[in-house]
């Protein structure tokens, strides 16, 4: 079992920026890919940006390329994610998710594990 907890979302203005957090817990996390999605109500989740345990794999969404960036820190088992440049298109919820994976996957099914959520709400 693996156990995520996010933290760091909130209410912020348009423009403005925010940094999520994400610690793992639970099981060796060599050879994984940590990721985040994102969802609203009446929507299915949304890839936006995952990296692989060596950091050599990363991805993101083109919505959210050059505004936000991942990074993890493997010593302390926490991936975390700058948004940068918000926009109110970015109002979700954020969901930071695990895959025992060298492979990095762009596919919310083929992830193993998730947080339970953080909001992001981003005013005009």
């Known amino acids: 079992q693996v156990q995520l907890v996010e933290s760091g979302g909130g209410l912020v203005q348009a423009g403005g920026s925010l940094r999520l957090s994400c610690t793992a817990s639970?099981?060796?996390?060599?050879?994984?890919?940590m990721g985040w999605f994102r969802q609203v109500p009446g929507k299915e989740r949304e890839f936006v940006a995952a990296?692989?345990?060596?950091?050599?794999?990363?991805y993101y969404a083109d919505s959210v390329k050059g505004r936000f960036t991942i990074s993890r820190d493997n010593a302390k088992n926490t991936v975390a994610l700058q948004l940068n440049n918000l926009k109110p298109e970015d109002t979700a919820v954020y969901y930071c998710?695990?895959?025992?994976?060298?492979?990095?996957?762009?596919?919310?099914?083929?992830?193993?594990?998730w947080g339970q959520g953080t909001q992001v709400t981003v005013s005009s």
């Open positions: 639970g099981r060796s996390f060599s050879s994984s890919v």
């Open positions: 990296l692989s345990w060596s950091g050599g794999s990363i």
């Open positions: 998710s695990y895959r025992h994976s060298t492979q990095v996957v762009v596919i919310p099914q083929l992830y193993d594990y």
